[in-house]
Nanobody, 123 residues
Framework: VQLQASGGGLVQAGGSLRLSCAASGSFSSYTMGWFRQAPGKEREFVAY????????YYADSVKGRFTISRDNAKNTVYLQMNSLKPEDTAAYYC??????????????????WGLGTQVTVSS
């Protein structure tokens, strides 16, 4: 599967952005995740959604502010980001996984990764 993330940009603190990740292939067969990486920091988990979209999981740092969703008919996963903070500044990556039973917040649970889209939140 190939993944293409979009929707990043520059926004003021308190603002919102919606990231999209378009996928090719059998999209509904994959669990999906969003990760982010800030300069000089390790990549970190942001959000997860299962194949049907009925189950989600978030990092504590974004819980209540970010919402992950998917549209299997459009082969797209979304990340709605509200109440953005300067510490949310990072390159955001979508990822797809086909193997069950793995820790959904771990990078190794995902075999396929898209190129990042940059999110910059100004104070």
């Amino acid at each position: 599967v190939q993944l293409q993330a979009s929707g990043g940009g520059l926004v003021q603190a308190g603002g919102s952005l919606r990231l999209s990740c378009a996928a090719s292939g059998s999209f509904s067969s994959y669990t999906m995740g969003w990760f982010r990486q800030a300069p000089g920091k390790e990549r970190e988990f942001v959000a997860y959604i299962n194949r049907s979209g009925g189950s989600t999981y978030y990092a504590d740092s974004v819980k209540g502010r970010f919402t992950i969703s998917r549209d299997n008919a459009k082969n797209t996963v979304y990340l709605q980001m509200n109440s953005l903070k300067p510490e949310d500044t990072a390159a955001y990556y979508c990822a797809a996984g086909s193997r069950g039973g793995l820790l959904v917040s771990a990078s190794y649970a995902y075999e396929y990764w898209g190129l990042g889209t940059q999110v910059t939140v100004s104070s």
